[in-house]
């Protein structure tokens, strides 16, 4: 199975809805962190674009920020 290319382009889109969604959720990096049960480092390297977050990951953080992981992806 060939792999798909990951665009820097999507890592920054999927950052920042992240960041958008946390912002509205009124939480810190750190809290999020702490309520998806994630570290803060990890959480701002997704939100910066500079990794990508597993698929386990990314359903904890909607959770937290009380949104479906599809609002998160949407713009991808």
Known sequence: MK????????????????RQHRE????T?????????LHPV??????RGEQWISLHALLRVAKAVGV????????L
């Open 68 to 75: 479906k992981a599809s609002d998160l992806i949407i713009e």
């Open 42 to 47: 990890y959480i701002g390297k997704i939100e």
């Open 24 to 27: 509205l959720a009124g939480l």
């Open 29 to 37: 990096q750190e809290k999020l962190a702490e309520k998806a049960d």
């Open 3 to 18: 792999s798909v290319p990951r665009k820097p382009q999507q890592l920054k889109i999927l950052g920042d809805a992240i």
